[in-house]
């Protein structure tokens, strides 16, 4: 018990006087999180939208692959983008292996399928009158796009909050694509599972301490947004 307390206590001296180590390794999972969620969203809610909102031929099929997407191991999404990324592989020449973009197009990968689903599910959840009155009133599509999506907005908001809360604590993907290399593409995950395995237990429980900060300033986010949209 003794050697937890006191890995608590120098976690703490890490963190409050700003290590280097454990700095790097915060803006390299903030840095890729970020590229990662922001392609995510552009992607997956307008899919999402379409896949909850539309009517068309195979749309179970497409719903079926993309909620068999959420459990995806991670590992195996390394894979796949490891062999497009490599030098052998058909993207190779863009140099983006064991690079903070190139982890972030593993990530945003793992976050689309949370997104798309999530957001459908929001959709579908919406009153079936909602449309059909726009479009009474004169709406365009796009005008039905954005209302339908304001309508959603509580459900979008916790899609956001999920796949960025899975984005942040993957390790497969981090260790495959951005290879764990210090001061680079080390992430808080990779950090975490290296130093600890190294028996430098104080620095992974400063890394960990930084991972349940960022569940909960998520949290609180979402929490603050929903209540500024509350009337």
């Not at 140099?95 to 949370?114: K, M, S």
């Amino acid at each position: 018990m003794d050697y937890i307390l006191d890995g608590l206590a120098q976690a703490l001296r890490l963190l409050f006087g700003g290590d280097p180590e454990t700095f790097s390794a915060l803006w390299a999972t903030v840095f890729s999180s970020s590229l990662a969620m922001l392609a995510s969203l552009l992607l997956g809610l307008p899919l999402g939208f379409w896949l909850g909102h539309g009517r068309f031929r195979g749309q179970r099929l497409v719903r079926t692959v993309v909620d068999t997407g959420l459990a995806l191991p991670t590992v195996l999404i390394g894979l796949v983008v490891y062999a497009f990324l490599s030098r052998r592989g058909p993207l190779g020449h863009w140099g983006l292996l064991f690079t903070l973009p190139g982890l972030a197009i593993g990530q945003a990968i793992l976050a689309l399928p949370v997104v798309v689903a999530l957001t459908a599910s929001a959709v579908e959840s919406l009153d079936r009158r909602l449309g059909m009155t726009l479009l009474t009133l004169g709406a365009s599509r796009r005008q039905l796009a954005l209302t339908t999506m304001w309508e959603a907005r509580h459900g979008l908001l916790a899609a956001a909050v999920n796949a960025y809360g899975r984005v942040v604590t993957e390790v497969g993907i981090a260790m495959m694509v951005g290879g764990n290399i210090k001061w680079h593409t080390r992430t808080v995950t990779t950090a975490i599972a290296l130093e600890t395995g190294k028996g430098e237990f104080a620095q992974g429980i400063a890394l960990g301490m930084v991972l349940l900060a960022f569940a909960l300033l998520v949290n609180l986010c979402l929490i603050r947004l929903r209540r500024g949209a509350t009337p």
